[in-house]
C-alpha cells in the first residue's frame, strides 16, 4: 500500500476499510473474544506495511499476546527483530510517570514513517484500569481522539465489558470515533462518527 493512500484494511470480518486517524474501541467479554479482535487486527497492519504495538494486560499479557499471534499464523519473535511489532505489558507504557502518553504514540508515529512503514497501528487492552484511574484515563482517551485525526495511526482500544457499567460504556464511545461490536455475522460500526468511516463489505 502506498504511503499516500488515505484508507487501509481494518482485518475483521465484516469490515474493509479504514480510515488512517480513526480511533476506535470495542468491548470483549473474555480472552477469546479480545484474541478473536487483535489477531486479526495486526495481521492486517503488517499485511499493508504498517508498524504494530500492542500494549497488553489480562486477560491477555504479553506472553499470552505471542501465543495468540503464533496461533494465527504469524511469527511475533521475527517481526519484533524486524521492528514491524512490537507487544509490551501496559506497566511499561501507560504508568510509567507522568508521561505525554498522547506524545509518545505521535512519535512513534514519526518513527514508524522515518523507518518507511506507511502507518502506525496501535491497540491497548485497559482491563488494568481502576476506579481511581478511570477519570483520569478518560481525559487521555479524549485528548487522543482529538489529535488523532489528520495521523497515519489506526487505533483500536479494548475493554471489558464485565467491568463495565453502562455509563462507563457511554463514556468510552463518547471518546472514540466509532465503535466496533461482533454479532453472529461478523463486525460492525455501532457509532460511526465521520463521513470518512469505513466501508463495510
Known amino acids: 500500500m ?3 493512500t488515505h484508507l ?4 475483521l470480518p465484516g469490515i474493509r476499510r479504514i480510515p ?3 480511533h476506535m474501541c470495542h468491548f470483549y467479554r473474555d480472552r477469546h473474544d479480545l484474541a478473536a479482535a487483535l489477531v486479526p ?6 499485511n499493508n506495511h504498517e508498524r504494530c504495538i500492542w500494549i497488553t494486560s489480562e486477560p491477555l499479557g504479553a506472553a499470552a499476546a505471542e501465543e495468540s499471534l503464533r496461533a494465527g499464523g504469524l511469527d511475533p519473535r521475527t517481526l ?7 507487544v509490551r505489558d501496559y506497566s511499561d507504557w501507560y504508568t510509567a510517570g507522568e508521561r505525554d502518553v498522547v506524545g509518545l504514540w505521535l512519535e512513534e508515529e514519526r518513527q514508524a514513517l522515518a523507518a518507511g512503514y506507511d502507518g502506525l497501528r496501535i491497540t491497548g487492552n ?3 484500569l481502576t476506579a481511581e484511574s478511570w477519570e483520569s484515563f478518560m481525559g487521555y482517551e479524549a485528548r487522543l481522539n482529538r489529535r488523532l485525526p489528520g495521523t497515519r495511526i489506526v487505533t483500536l482500544c479494548s475493554y471489558a465489558l464485565p467491568r463495565c ?4 460504556v457511554l463514556e468510552v464511545v463518547r471518546h472514540h470515533s466509532c465503535t466496533l461490536d461482533r454479532p453472529d455475522h461478523g463486525w460492525q460500526f455501532l457509532t460511526p462518527r465521520s463521513e470518512e468511516t469505513a466501508a463495510t463489505s
Do not use: N, P
Open 8 to 11: 487501509t484494511d481494518c482485518g
Open 41 to 46: 487486527y495486526f495481521a492486517a497492519g503488517l
Open 80 to 86: 519484533a527483530g524486524k521492528g514491524s511489532l512490537v
Open 2 to 4: 502506498s504511503s499516500g
Open 165 to 168: 457499567g453502562a455509563s462507563d
Open 126 to 128: 485497559t482491563s488494568f
Open 20 to 22: 488512517y486517524g480513526i
